[in-house]
């Protein structure tokens, strides 16, 4: 989240439900969610895993079907190599106090994980030996750093972007695996107290090439920001309609592009989830515009939602502390996956097995079977 003082905000988003921001005077009316919901003929299959933890996860990366890597509080990742049929859970060496709020997974043995925190406490590390050792591979050095979330373009290339200070950004860049370099000079001007939500590890999305999308919120407006050339220019679109936002705790969360055109986001009031909101837009144009899709039949933002990559229909599934829901026309209308509830994280790496993370440890394995 935006700042320290709203890393607790997030840490514990059901218990602060309570204490909603007053922005109902800006959120539309909300259709109604039965009417725009509809069971299709063939359901995901979801199986709850056994990780070995209690820790909340907060992002979840699969190489494969059967390779898994996810990230947690207290300093902890999960691993499967079978396909969730067993995890192991350990703790990062002088992590403990770290919150995991993002992972990439590049195979069996590689993966990076950062954390988000104040100061010192934003970190990346590289594990090569399936999680036995870690290297820490860089440190944040600036108090009012906070880090939200990376993506990568290849197993060696990535970008991370972290809250907003002296008006900018910030941008790190790894262009070859080994050391990430402070971009934050090519940052777009932000807006005061613009910021990311360190929800899922989703806030940023790459594509093949050097094309990045980054959602923001915290301040006057939500918005898209590109990039066409690896971070070195940016453009801001603020035509994202998603209510509430404009508040400290609302905005962009989450999002997704299945191609240089097509994309779709999430997010609302991250603290108000019990409230309906108007959670998820879609962009035809690269996200120089965005129109609103249904909302999710689940209450409260969206905190993670991906595209399901090869299936013949535009499958997108998206979940919050609220629950959790699937579509199969890119939001037009949506189903619910009954009971699954306090979820941050979604991602797939086939069209057939995904995963959610979730609090207190728990993993779910989505199976689709057409």
Not at 218 to 244: H, K
Request: proline residues 6%; contains cysteine.
């Amino acid at each position: 989240m935006a700042r320290p003082r709203t890393l607790s905000i997030l840490a514990t988003p059901l218990a602060a439900a309570a204490a909603v921001f007053a922005c109902s005077d800006r959120i539309a009316p909300v259709p109604d969610f039965a009417s725009m919901s509809r069971q299709p003929s063939s359901s995901p299959t979801v199986t709850p895993q056994v990780s070995r933890t209690s820790f909340r996860f907060f992002a979840v990366s699969p190489v494969n079907d059967r390779v898994v890597w996810a990230g947690a509080a207290g300093g902890m990742f999960a691993r499967t190599t079978d396909g969730g049929t067993t995890w192991i859970s350990r703790q990062v060496p002088g992590a403990a106090a770290l919150q995991f709020r993002d992972v990439h997974g590049v195979s069996e043995m590689v993966a990076y994980l950062m954390s988000a925190g104040g100061g010192s406490d934003n970190r990346i590390y590289l594990t090569e030996d399936g999680g036995d050792t870690w290297v820490l591979q860089y440190q944040a050095t600036d108090p009012r750093s906070f880090y939200d979330c990376f993506d990568f373009w290849t197993p060696t290339r990535a970008l991370l972007f972290g809250d907003s200070f002296d008006d900018r950004f910030t941008f790190l860049k790894l262009p070859d695996g080994d050391t990430w370099e402070d971009i934050s000079n090519q940052s777009p001007e932000a807006q005061p107290g613009e910021a990311g939500f360190a929800a899922s590890g989703t806030c940023i999305k790459t594509l093949a090439g050097q094309s990045a999308w980054v959602g923001t919120g915290a301040a006057a407006q939500a918005r898209v920001l590109a990039t066409r050339d690896g971070g070195d220019t940016w453009t801001a679109s603020d035509d994202v309609p998603i209510e509430p936002q404009g508040t400290p705790t609302s905005g962009v969360v989450s999002i997704d592009f299945r191609d240089r055109f097509h994309g779709i986001l999430g997010g609302g009031d991250v603290v108000a989830s019990t409230i309906p909101q108007l959670n998820v837009a879609r962009s035809e144009d690269g996200g120089a515009t965005w129109r609103l899709t249904a909302p999710t039949p689940f209450p409260g933002a969206v905190y993670g939602l991906t595209y399901v990559p090869g299936r013949n229909r535009l499958t997108v599934v998206a979940t919050g502390p609220g629950g959790s829901a699937w579509t199969t026309d890119e939001g037009n209308t949506w189903t619910l996956l009954p009971g699954i509830t306090n979820c941050w994280a979604v991602a797939f790496a086939s069209w057939k097995t995904g995963w959610l993370a979730c609090g207190a440890g728990r993993i779910f394995r989505i199976d689709f079977s057409d």
